[in-house]
T-cell receptor, first 111, second 116 residues
Framework: KQEVTQIPAALSVPEGENLVLNCSFTDSAIYNLQWFRQDPGKGLTSLLLIQSSQREQTSGRLNASLDKSSGRSTLYIAASQPGDSATYLCAVNSGTYKYIFGTGTRLKVLA | GAVVSQHPSRVICKSGTSVKIECRSLDFQATTMFWYRQFPKQSLMLMATSNEGSKATYEQGVEKDKFLINHASLTLSTLTVTSAHPEDSSFYIC????????????FGQGTRLTVV
C-alpha cells in the first residue's frame, strides 16, 4: 500500500530564503507525482506535475525533482516571499488516477 | 489546464438534514471522478471513485449509504451527505480525469461543510 510522507510538517523562514520541501513514497511504481499548494480554507492549486520518466520540472521560482528509485521528490522554492505562505502537498498517482496525498508541509514566510 | 467546478464552496446545514455537492468538468468529459475528504489539519483521503453510468466504488471504511454518489452524465458527479452529523463536517473536494490522454487529474475548489 502506497504511503506518502512529507518532511518537515511545518517550516518558518525569513523572506528571501531558498528552501526545500521533501516528499517520500513507499512504492516506486508511480505514474506521476504532483505538487499542490493549499491556502487556508481553500482548494488545491496545482504547481508542478512530474511524470515517472522525468527527473525534474520547473515553473518560475519552483523546481520539483523526482528520484523514483529512492522514492523521493523535492520541491525547491527560490527567493521565498510572504505570498508563498501556504500548505504544500505532494500527491502520487500510481496509474489509477486515485491520488495518495502526503501529510503536507505548512510554510510560513516572514516579511 | 482543464477546469473542474465544484458547488457550493461553503455550506452550513442542520444535523439530520442532507446536503448535495456538485462536481462539474467544464471543458472535457469525465468518465471518472473522485471524491476526497479532508479533516482539519489532516491530508486528503480518497472516499470513492465515481464512474459515469455505473455504481461508485467506495474506499474501505466509507459508508456508501451515508455518502451517496451519482454520476449521471459525463460532466457531472454529485455527492450527497445524508442525515448529516457534526462529525461529517469536513472539506470535500472532487477531481476528474480527462480520458483524452492528459495524465493528471484536475481538482475542484472544494466544499467546506459545517453541520450544526
Amino acid at each position: 500500500k502506497q504511503e506518502v510522507t512529507q518532511i518537515p510538517a511545518a517550516l518558518s523562514v525569513p523572506e528571501g530564503e531558498n528552501l526545500v520541501l521533501n516528499c517520500s513514497f513507499t512504492d516506486s511504481a508511480i505514474y506521476n507525482l504532483q505538487w499542490f499548494r493549499q491556502d487556508p480554507g481553500k482548494g488545491l492549486t496545482s504547481l508542478l506535475l512530474i511524470q515517472s520518466s522525468q527527473r525534474e520540472q520547473t515553473s518560475g521560482r519552483l523546481n520539483a525533482s523526482l528520484d523514483k528509485s529512492s522514492g523521493r521528490s523535492t520541491l525547491y522554492i527560490a527567493a521565498s516571499q510572504p505570498g508563498d505562505s501556504a500548505t504544500y502537498l505532494c500527491a502520487v498517482n500510481s496509474g489509477t488516477y486515485k491520488y495518495i496525498f502526503g501529510t503536507g508541509t505548512r510554510l510560513k514566510v516572514l516579511a | 489546464g482543464a477546469v473542474v467546478s465544484q458547488h457550493p464552496s461553503r455550506v452550513i446545514c442542520k444535523s439530520g438534514t442532507s446536503v448535495k455537492i456538485e462536481c462539474r468538468s467544464l471543458d472535457f468529459q469525465a468518465t471518472t471522478m473522485f471524491w476526497y475528504r479532508q479533516f482539519p489539519k489532516q491530508s486528503l483521503m480518497l472516499m470513492a471513485t465515481s464512474n459515469e453510468g455505473s455504481k461508485a466504488t467506495y474506499e474501505q471504511g466509507v459508508e456508501k449509504d451515508k455518502f451517496l454518489i451519482n454520476h449521471a452524465s459525463l460532466t457531472l458527479s454529485t455527492l450527497t451527505v445524508t442525515s448529516a452529523h457534526p462529525e461529517d463536517s469536513s472539506f470535500y473536494i472532487c477531481s476528474a480525469r480527462d480520458p483524452t490522454g492528459r495524465t493528471e487529474a484536475f481538482f475542484g475548489q472544494g466544499t467546506r461543510l459545517t453541520v450544526v
